[in-house]
């Protein structure tokens, strides 16, 4: 019986092309389609170690990529140019219809965060009279703020497999009875306990075989679901520190 995974997290491909974009500080109207495809790639590799339930969509669109940076390599003549009846010989940029499809939904994903802020901020308002709530004890507050996105934990996962040569196999079956992310999560919150509370993320992942580093991914998702956990980079593409508790940039 093999661990399916399905995570809210993953928005879709087009969330994890302008994670990319803005990691890399790429100008979006021009596009380094050679770099991008790779970065793209690479973190399509890690997704399939994690078995994700969504990746067949994120292959589509890696076949687009590729689509795109073989039209960009392909060479133009001047014949060609001069030739105006030629409907492919008139085609624009190849990278104009993805800037497009990226604008269009980057545009919505910031109206929709809008919304979504709006709605927290409604969210503390109540429409009847204050009560006494003493009896109940003293309400904490929790920040719910996420100190690293997803994909950046995805792409240290798949540098990681990297420098262990886990490539293959690329699937891994995870045994429920051999294998828990509830205990994994226990196992963890004790390791940061016993080391005053923090960790290098690698530091995780130093032994095992591909299916118990995938249980230690998993474990790590959940932990910062439940904000038991904080993830925090040392400047861009520095090490990552795994710290017990919510830690204040």
Same mark, same amino acid.
């Given at each position: 019986m093999?661990?399916?995974?399905?995570?809210? #997290?993953?928005?879709?491909?087009l969330d994890l @092309?302008?994670?990319?974009i803005?990691?890399l500080?790429?100008?979006?109207?021009?596009?380094?389609? *050679?770099e991008l495809?790779?970065?793209?790639?690479?973190?399509?590799?890690?997704?399939r170690v994690?078995e994700?339930?969504?990746? *067949?969509?994120?292959?589509?669109?890696?076949?687009?990529l590729?689509?795109?940076? /073989?039209?960009?390599l392909?060479?133009?003549?001047?014949? =060609?140019?001069? $030739?105006?009846?030629?409907?492919?010989?008139m085609? $624009?940029d190849?990278?104009?219809?993805?800037? #497009?499809r @990226?604008?269009?939904?980057? &545009?919505?994903?910031?109206?929709?965060?809008?919304?979504?802020?709006?709605?927290?901020?409604? *969210?503390?308002?109540?429409?009847?009279?204050?009560?006494?709530?003493s009896?109940?004890?003293?309400i904490?507050?929790t920040?719910?703020?996420e100190?690293?996105?997803v994909?950046?934990l995805?792409?240290a996962f798949?540098?990681?497999?990297?420098r &262990? &040569?886990?490539?293959?196999?690329?699937? #891994?079956?995870?045994?429920?009875?051999?294998?828990?992310?509830s205990e994994k999560?226990?196992?963890?919150m004790t390791?940061?306990?016993?080391?005053g509370?923090k960790?290098?993320?690698? /530091?995780?992942?130093?032994d095992? $075989?591909v299916? =118990?580093?995938?249980?230690?991914?998993?474990?790590?998702?959940e932990?910062m679901?439940?904000? $038991?956990i904080t993830?925090?980079?040392?400047?861009n593409?520095?090490?990552?520190?795994?710290f017990?508790g919510q830690e204040?940039?």
């Open positions: 093999t661990y399916k995974v399905k995570l809210e #997290a993953f928005e879709g491909p @092309l302008l994670h990319l803005n990691r500080e790429i100008d979006i109207y021009d596009i380094p389609m *050679s495809t790779s970065q793209y790639i690479e973190h399509l590799h890690a997704m994690l994700l339930d969504e990746l *067949s969509e994120y292959l589509v669109l890696a076949a687009t590729i689509e795109i940076k /073989s039209k960009m392909l060479p133009v003549h001047e014949g =060609d140019v001069l $030739d105006h009846h030629n409907d492919y010989e085609e $624009d190849p990278r104009d219809e993805l800037v #497009a @990226l604008i269009e939904y980057k &545009k919505y994903k910031e109206a929709a965060n809008s919304l979504k802020e709006s709605a927290e901020d409604r *969210s503390v308002h109540f429409t009847k009279l204050p009560e006494d709530l009896d109940y004890g003293e904490a507050v920040e719910s703020d100190k690293m996105n994909f950046d995805i792409g798949q540098k990681m497999l990297e &262990k &040569k886990l490539r293959s196999p690329l699937s #891994a079956s995870i045994l429920r009875s051999e294998l828990s992310v999560m226990d196992d963890i390791k940061l306990e016993k080391i509370g960790c290098p993320f690698e /530091s995780l992942f130093e095992g $075989d299916n =118990d580093l995938v249980v230690t991914f998993l474990s790590l998702l932990l679901k439940r904000l $038991d993830v925090i980079q040392e400047g593409f520095g090490q990552m520190i795994v017990a204040d940039i």
